[in-house]
Nanobody, 116 residues
Framework: QVQVVESGGDLVQPGGSLKLSCAAS????????MGWYRQAPGKQRELVAT???????AYADSVKGRFTLSRDNAKDAVYLQMNSLKPEDTAVYYC??????????WGQGTQVTVSS
């Protein structure tokens, strides 16, 4: 069974930093890409950042220069370093894993709250 496990969500003050982790396991197929999406109450889920196994990255304009995505292919893990956090970054952050075969899988989400 495919498992996608996120961790690192917390309450943090504006301007602070947080690091999210995501690890995937349970599939015989190779991972093509992993990334983070977020969803605030009343809003659509949106892309935050994604990275392929080959190292190609994509970031939402709203997080460019503040968030950095990194990967550890040997561990099937991805990390999102979030700096200079703003209240508008508050959302549930979901990890998405795309396999070369078998489609997409989502984690259960981790809450990030930016508030003073």
């Amino acid at each position: 069974q495919v498992q996608v496990v996120e961790s690192g969500g917390d309450l943090v003050q504006p301007g602070g930093s947080l690091k999210l982790s995501c690890a995937a396991s349970g599939s015989i197929f190779s991972i093509y890409a992993m990334g983070w999406y977020r969803q605030a109450p009343g809003k659509q889920r949106e892309l935050v950042a994604t990275i392929t196994s080959g190292g190609s990255t994509a970031y939402a304009d709203s997080v460019k220069g503040r968030f950095t995505l990194s990967r550890d292919n040997a561990k099937d893990a991805v990390y999102l370093q979030m700096n200079s956090l703003k209240p508008e970054d508050t959302a549930v952050y979901y990890c998405k894993v795309t396999y070369t075969r078998g489609g997409d899988y989502w984690g259960q989400g981790t809450q990030v709250t930016v508030s003073s």
